[in-house]
């Protein structure tokens, strides 16, 4: 972890202040991880509510129940040499699947929880 050394005292009004003690406080941060974000470029998004949690959280439990799926009928497969072929076919349209599923949940996730990064050009 960096070292934080300096220190820098700021003035600011009272709604500058209500506004960052607000913004900090939506994106589940410190105001000084919230400043340094900013001033690193980044923009902190809001905490996501506990809905949205709930929803990936059943979306990662419904990938990893396809994946048991698939390790079972590999298993039971196995012992049937006229099912193996069909089941190496199965299991890469199934493997292809959850890494569909799998690349989209990421993808919702980085899309609402990582900050965004923002190229601030100066005139």
């Not at 990936?56 to 390790?71: E, F, P």
Request: proline share 2%; glycine share 2%.
């Amino acid at each position: 972890m960096r070292k934080k050394t300096k220190q820098l005292n700021i003035r600011l009004t009272e709604s500058e202040f209500a506004r960052l003690t607000k913004n900090a406080r939506k994106a589940d941060l410190t105001m000084t991880c919230y400043l340094a974000m900013l001033i690193n470029g980044y923009s902190p998004r809001e905490k996501a509510d506990l809905d949205f949690i709930d929803l990936m959280s059943g979306l990662s439990d419904l990938a990893q129940c396809y994946r048991n799926l698939a390790v079972a009928r590999r298993t039971s497969a196995s012992n049937d040499t006229d099912a193996i072929s069909s089941t190496v076919v199965d299991a890469i349209e199934w493997q292809q699947q959850l890494e569909k599923l799998t690349r989209i949940i990421m993808e919702i996730q980085c899309a609402v929880l990582l900050p965004e990064r923002e190229e601030i050009i100066w005139p």
